[in-house]
Structures are given as structure tokens and as C-alpha cells.
């Protein structure tokens, strides 16, 4: 190549991208009487043409409330609403995640019912049905609208909240997916009546989460709930979910990064061995009690390493006991847990970033894990069951 | 529902999303005496572990350039660029786009050779499979790193500066895709020289799009330049193709809307009808044929109702046929194309939007077209090449 070939030209662009994200909490939202989904579905044209709306509902919350069919069917049929064009039922849990079939199913609805940009796709379900039905929904005609009806306590404070959606391929949770906001987040908490025992109590795990890493006053209030959250006491829960899901929200929005282009995900605590958990237990341990889980792991691993406290360690213990959830499981001691280090590092991309803890309120980064420490840690929390 | 159930309770965020685009052009990009791509694939952090990037080169232009899987094997072979592990080829055009199964090997290639966030998809082609193999990469861990190597005049100016992907699916083209922002788009003049007459003159007519839309100045450059670039004439074609291509990423970081969440899609002018003929011609007219006869048949039509003076559409239809382009075609008579109106209007949600031209170098938008003036605008386009 000659010098007189160099004619290298560059032109660079920076710009953002405006989103707006709301996030609505009330009780029967399907009512008729309720105005809550008149705001949501507003039309911000009146010249344009009624909008369309397909539902996507996940089976087993259809089970719990076999009315909640007839419930979108005769809320759509108000004439201020998009038209309703069909309700498909979809597996939930990880089956949603794992079979793209399902994707393929919601996918052809789209087409078929012409659900355009400006039309909707409406997912009352779980974390795992928004999640696929949300990937679906986010890659037709590059994104119509999504409004997600969070139905499970853990998607209300957390797995809603979020800007993602994903599936699972190869094996590896989450290993396709996009970031999308959704036009509104809605929060029903009649919905949160129908879950049983363990899927009521295993979203508080989150909050615990966000609590240890950001907010000792919030940990304060949640182990001051905790023995009521068990009992399913929704007074007691309904402030904790919903400053839950405030702290997430604010997160994503004012987080500087809410697509993840950087490196930080500070809100992963607990969450290495917590995806290894899940898969290694074939899904029996749900994603709630594997955070629980995690989270107990990485705070026994903060205190070894001379971050925190014992003292606070044992107030982390003693909140999940008193919320109902697992603090620790035999297959911590499997060796394929650690690999999970690694498989967390590369989905996040670069180096690995762990969370943990300098003290309840306070996170702090680390880019290394001591497997000696990791093991001395499990010791630790079988040592508390035992 | 008792008036003591209302608890309303909603959380809004605004948020922005920040983006870099990177534009480059050069020559012979892939020897290593260019140090062009030692600045796009710079390294962020030394203490980040080595990155990896697969390659996905178009068939198309490996057959033109045979040489090419050895020049990309060669210049990644640098320690300062991320580890090559695999050059992929696929099918080039709508194949790639119709095919899903390429999709699905793009992806089993990200996860066998452990692509993540921080390493690359380099992609090497026309602007089909750059939508198709980014799509793939858009969805792959939530995105990994994407550089877009356009080898097409089509690409280099328009195609590849946009930040969507997409395939086909439903027969219906770009039904699924992403809003996706490449790490960086990379121009290589040389590789233009490989393509045939016909794939080098279609690329012109999106400069002539954007400069009706926006430019009388640049209608002029194109019109000054049109007889040497339709023999080819790098020279000519060069600043046009520049100045293209900047106009296209000042539109997308500076519109206020890249990821067309609002309506209006300005840059979309005689597409309607040139995404129609293009599969109604089972493929046989290429998209940039296709989008000079469309630009023709929306420039006619704005004459007839009284817009656009005739003499300025004369020019039109005069640069077009010096840039060895089509200006008619014989499928603009079959019914199915105004067909096209409702589903273009689909794929952007809500009212119809199309742009007509008031004068050269000022777009005008418009909700309807009329059928019969539709039709006249035809006859019009048929009488010039009678």
C-alpha cells in the first residue's frame, strides 16, 4: 500500500436513544371499573387507525385463575382499548425459555393478527413467560409494544423491571436475547393471591439482594417484615415489593448504562453460583431460592476475606430463615458449581466482576474469587443446616 | 371493586441511552501495513483478557475475491487484534436473509468459540448479509461487538451506516430484526472494485433518495458526476458515496428518533414500492434498481398532484437513467403493488407515512396516495422507456 493510499476518513457520532419507562402497581387491573389500563393503552394519535393487542398468558397463572382469560377478553372489549385479537396460552418456568417453538408461536400470532409497531403485545405471566414472550415481542418488526402484567412476586420487584428479554439456547440460560423497554410494567398484586407458598417467598430474595448492596435502611424494613412476608401478610409486603422495584427501576434509568454496554453489573450479586444452582438442580430449586442461596454464599465469602462483618453475615442468614427461603443446598459441594465463575464471566463479556460485600448497604467489585475462600464458605453455610 | 381498593401507584423514568457510531473509510483495509483496525478493535483495558472475533464473510465477495478468507487470517494474526477462531461464509442477497438456518450456524459459531460481550462478529459483505449476520450478533448474549467491513456501494452509503438488522420471515422481509448500533462500520474502497456493473450502479440510488429528501446541492454533485460514475469512475463516485453516507448517520444520531420509536421515517421515500418489486421480481431487480424505480414512480406522482414542477422531475428521471439505473418497470402494472401501501404501512405501526417531494431537496409527508393518480404516475413512467 502506497502512502498516497492512505486516505483513511472518519466520521464518529455520538447520540442517545430517549426511553420512557413506567411502572404501575394496583389491585384488579382487569376489572372494568379499574381506569388503570385506560392510561396505559392511551392513544397519543386520535387519527390513527385502532391499534391491535394479542395476549400472552402464562399457563400457570392461567391454572391459578382459570377466570383470567374471560377477565382480558371482557376488559378488551372496551372501545378505548386496542382490539383484542387472541389469548395464547404458553408454557411457563424455563420450558418458555427453552422450547423456540414458543417463540415461533407468538411470532406467527404477530403476523397473522398484524400486530404492527403501534400495536401491542400484552404477557401476564412470570419472569420466565415475559422474558420469552418480551424476546419474541422485541424482535418483530424490530419491537412493537409490550406491556408486561407481572404476575409472580419475583417479577413485580425485579424480573419485570428490567430492560431485558432472553432465551435459552446451547444449554446456557439467557444465551439469546435483546434489550427492550416496555411501554408499561403493570403490578396487580391480586395476582400475587394465586402463587403458592414457595413462589410468594422466593421473590423477596431480590429484595434482600438490592437491599444488602445498596440500602441498609431497606434491609432494616425488610427484617422487620420478614416473619410476616412468610405468612403472606400483603400489607407487610406490598411497601418492600414496591421500593424493591422503585430501587431497581431507578437503577436502570439513572445507572448511566442501562443496556449493559459497560462492564458493571453491581445488581448481579449472588447471581454466579445462583444460575448454576438452578440448572444443576434441573430447575427444582427455582430462581428466587438460588438467589437466596447465592446470596448467603457471597456474603459467607465477604466475611472469610475480612469485608464483612460476622455479625452482618448472620443478620443475611437470619432474614432469609425468617422470609422461608434456602440458605444453603447440597449441590454447593458439586465441583461444577465453579465453573459457573467462568461461564458468568463470559456472558458479562472482559473481565469478571463479582459484587460483594463491605458491609449491608454497601457492595463493593472484585475480579477474582479464591476457590480455597469459596470452598471454606460452603463449609460455612452447610455448616448452618447441618 | 370498593373505591378503598384504588392504590394507583405509578413510577415514571425518562432515560437515555448512550450510543457511538464509528463511519470509516479507507482502502485495502485488511493489509497489514493499514493500521486502521488496530484503532477499531483498540482495546479498552489492558487488563482485560485477549478478546476473539469470528468473521462471517458474504459468498459473494469471497468469490469476487478469493484472497480475501487469507488477508482477514493474516491481518488478525496481529497480537493487538482480538484472536480470529473462525471465518464463516454465507450465502449473500435475500438468501441469507430467508434462511434461517443460517442464523442458527452464525450463532452455534458465537457460542462454540466463545464470542461474549467484549469480543466481535466481523462482518465482510453486502448489506443482506450484514442484516442477516447482525441480527445473529445483536441477540447473541444481548449483543456482542459488531464490525460491519460493507463491500457494496449499496452498503457503504446507506445499508450498513443504518443501525438496524433484520431477516426475513412470513415472506414478508425484515419481519424480525433488532435496533442494534454497531462498534463500527468500515468502508474499503478496493473492495467496490470486484462488484459487478450492475451491483455498482445500484448503490447510487439512495444518494439520489437522500438528496431529493434534503440536499439540492448534492442532487447537483450527483448530477455532475452521474455519467462517470455509471463507467465506474472511483473518483466521481467517492465523495459522493461520503457524503452519503454522513448524511444517513447525521440523520440517525440527530433525527432525535434512531430507534423509530416515534413515526415518521423520512429516509423511507420510494420505498413503499421498491420493497414490493423487489419480491414481486422474485428478486430479479435488485433493491437499489428497485428504490430508483420507486423514487421515480413517488417523484411522478408528486408532480401530478401538484408538488413537485415538472421540469425538476425531468431531472430526476434524467440523473437516474445517466446513472445507468432503471426508471420503470413492467411489474409497476401489476395490482399487487399498491398492495404494498398497507403493508408498509404495517411495518412502520400506526397511519400510512409517505414522503413526497415538494422540490428537489425538500420532502414532504403525506398520510394517503391516491389510487387513480397512483396509477397515472405509472403511465407516466412507462411512456419514458416506450
Known amino acids: 500500500m502506497s502512502p498516497t493510499h492512505t486516505i483513511a476518513h472518519?466520521?464518529?457520532?455520538?447520540?442517545?436513544?430517549?426511553?420512557?419507562?413506567?411502572?404501575?402497581?394496583?389491585?384488579?387491573?382487569?376489572?372494568?371499573?379499574?381506569?388503570?389500563?385506560?392510561?396505559?393503552?392511551?392513544?397519543?394519535?386520535?387519527?390513527?387507525?385502532?391499534?391491535?393487542?394479542?395476549?400472552?398468558?402464562?399457563?400457570?397463572?392461567?391454572?391459578?385463575?382459570?377466570?383470567?382469560?374471560?377477565?382480558?377478553?371482557?376488559?378488551?372489549?372496551?372501545?378505548?382499548?386496542?382490539?383484542?385479537?387472541?389469548?395464547?396460552?404458553?408454557?411457563?418456568?424455563e420450558t418458555c425459555k427453552n422450547d423456540p417453538?414458543?417463540?415461533?408461536?407468538?411470532?406467527?400470532?404477530i403476523e397473522k393478527h398484524r400486530i404492527d409497531r403501534r400495536s401491542y403485545v400484552a404477557i401476564f405471566g412470570g419472569g420466565a413467560v415475559l422474558d420469552a414472550a418480551g424476546f419474541a415481542a422485541s424482535t418483530a418488526h424490530r419491537g412493537v409494544r409490550v406491556v408486561r402484567f407481572a404476575s409472580t412476586v419475583l417479577a413485580q420487584l425485579d424480573a419485570a423491571i428490567g430492560v431485558k428479554t432472553g432465551v435459552n439456547r446451547f444449554e446456557k440460560?439467557?444465551?439469546?436475547?435483546?434489550f427492550d423497554v416496555p411501554t408499561a410494567v403493570v403490578c396487580d398484586e391480586a395476582m400475587l393471591e394465586s402463587l403458592d407458598v414457595r413462589r410468594w417467598r422466593e421473590g423477596f430474595s431480590e429484595a434482600v439482594k438490592i437491599a444488602c448492596l445498596q440500602?441498609?435502611?431497606?434491609?432494616?424494613?425488610?427484617?422487620?417484615?420478614?416473619?410476616?412476608?412468610?405468612?403472606?401478610d400483603l400489607d407487610a409486603a406490598r411497601p418492600i415489593i414496591r421500593r424493591c422495584a422503585k430501587m431497581h427501576l431507578e437503577h436502570i434509568a439513572s445507572g448511566g448504562d442501562p443496556f449493559e454496554r459497560l462492564e458493571a453489573r453491581p445488581l448481579d450479586f449472588g447471581h454466579w453460583s445462583a444460575h448454576r444452582l438452578e440448572s444443576m438442580s434441573g430447575f427444582n430449586l427455582s430462581h428466587g431460592e438460588a438467589v437466596a442461596i447465592g446470596i448467603c454464599l457471597d456474603s459467607a465469602y465477604s466475611n472469610l476475606v475480612g469485608r464483612l462483618s460476622k455479625a452482618e453475615f448472620d443478620r443475611?442468614?437470619?432474614?432469609?430463615?425468617?422470609?422461608?427461603?434456602?440458605?444453603?443446598?447440597?449441590?454447593?459441594?458439586?465441583?461444577?458449581?465453579?465453573?459457573?465463575?467462568?461461564?458468568?464471566?463470559e456472558h458479562l463479556g472482559g473481565r469478571l466482576t463479582i459484587t460483594l460485600l463491605d458491609k449491608i448497604g454497601l457492595g463493593a467489585e472484585v475480579h477474582k474469587m479464591e476457590l480455597d475462600r469459596v470452598r471454606e464458605s460452603i463449609a460455612v453455610l452447610h455448616s448452618i443446616v447441618d
Chains 1, 2 share one sequence.
Open 173 to 178: 440460560k439467557n444465551f439469546v436475547g435483546t
Open 10 to 93: 472518519e466520521i464518529r457520532n455520538d447520540f442517545g436513544v430517549p426511553f420512557t419507562h413506567r411502572l404501575l402497581f394496583d389491585r384488579d387491573v382487569l376489572n372494568p371499573e379499574n381506569p388503570l389500563l385506560d392510561a396505559v393503552f392511551e392513544r397519543e394519535d386520535d387519527d390513527a387507525p385502532q391499534s391491535g393487542v394479542i395476549a400472552v398468558v402464562d399457563q400457570g397463572l392461567a391454572d391459578a385463575r382459570p377466570e383470567i382469560k374471560d377477565a382480558i377478553t371482557t376488559r378488551f372489549a372496551a372501545s378505548n382499548l386496542p382490539e383484542l385479537r387472541e389469548v395464547l396460552l404458553v408454557p411457563g418456568g
Open 101 to 109: 417453538a414458543i417463540i415461533d408461536r407468538i411470532l406467527a400470532a
Open 215 to 232: 440500602d441498609a435502611a431497606f434491609f432494616e424494613s425488610i427484617s422487620d417484615a420478614a416473619d410476616r412476608i412468610r405468612e403472606r
Open 316 to 345: 443475611i442468614i437470619d432474614v432469609m430463615l425468617r422470609l422461608g427461603l434456602p440458605v444453603s443446598h447440597p449441590l454447593l459441594g458439586d465441583d461444577r458449581l465453579v465453573a459457573g465463575l467462568e461461564e458468568f464471566r
